[in-house]
Every structure is written in structure tokens, then in C-alpha cells.
């Protein structure tokens, strides 16, 4: 096992998880201010929009996503319930689904573009420089490409 991290790695890890707190605390409240669903609705109808007509399995979606949703087929219910997606037995399979998003869910997930891209611009543009911008990209990435 490796030695203790020093404080300066403490440091690093801790303004990274304040960091993304932060943001996406920013974003959820713009969302639910301005009357639009949480952020893990956009995260799936993305993956979705991002899909077409054919859809996605619901492990599909997971796997794209920004953030885990332990919960997601509870949060496709609900999704479907409120008109965003549709889910239909697999053609594949008839055991799983298959889900895609609805034109009123793809009209959602435009109008909370819209707020979410004024989230990003004042948490990460308003407060680094192009420069900047693309350190942060190269450093993270190396974080999510390592392996587990």
C-alpha cells in the first residue's frame, strides 16, 4: 500500500469534490427555479436525444451518464409518467427495454440546455480563462481514464 498523501494531494481532492458540489448545486437550484426537472432528468434525456429513435437500454443510458443513478429504473418510471420517454419491450430481447425520449422530452431537455449551459458559463468560464479551461480538462481526464 502506498504512503499517506501528503496535504497538498488532501488539498487537491477536497477543493475537486467542493468544486463539483458546488456546480451542480448551481445548476439544481437554476433548474428547479426556473420550473424544470432535476439534473439527473437531463442527464438521461441527453443520453437519449443523444440516441435517436432506436433508444438505449436502460444499462446503455447508465453507462453514459455524468453521474450515477443507482435508482434508475425508479427514475425512468417517473420519467415515463410524466411524458419525457417512452419504454417498450426490447427487440432484442423481450425481457429488457428499450427507451427513447418523446418530442416533449426533447423540447425539456433543450429548455434546460438553456439553463444548464448559463450554470456551466458562471461556474467554469466566468472564472478561468481558455487556458485555464483546457489545464482542467487535461488534468481530469486523466482521473476518469485510469483505470479502477
Avoid at 9 to 27: P, S, T
Avoid at 123 to 140: A, P, Q, V
Wanted: proline share 5%; aromatic share 10%.
Amino acid at each position: 500500500m502506498s504512503k499517506e498523501p501528503e496535504e497538498y494531494v488532501v488539498d487537491a481532492w477536497i477543493a475537486l469534490l467542493r468544486g463539483k458540489e458546488h456546480a451542480l448545486d448551481h445548476v439544481e437550484k437554476s433548474f428547479k427555479k426556473n420550473g424544470l426537472p432535476p439534473f439527473f432528468w437531463y442527464d438521461v434525456l441527453w443520453e437519449l436525444d443523444k440516441a435517436g429513435e432506436k433508444g438505449l437500454r436502460p444499462y446503455e443510458i447508465e453507462q453514459g451518464m455524468l453521474l450515477p443513478q443507482y435508482g434508475l429504473s425508479r427514475l425512468l418510471a417517473r420519467m415515463d409518467k410524466a411524458g419525457y420517454v417512452e419504454r417498450t419491450p426490447s427487440p432484442v430481447d423481450g425481457r429488457g427495454q428499450q427507451v427513447t425520449i418523446t418530442k416533449q422530452g426533447s423540447e425539456t431537455r433543450k429548455n434546460m440546455w438553456e439553463v444548464y449551459a448559463k450554470g456551466i458559463q458562471s461556474t467554469i468560464g466566468d472564472n478561468f480563462n481558455e487556458e485555464e479551461c483546457r489545464t482542467i480538462h487535461k488534468l481530469l481526464t486523466r482521473l476518469h481514464r485510469q483505470k479502477a
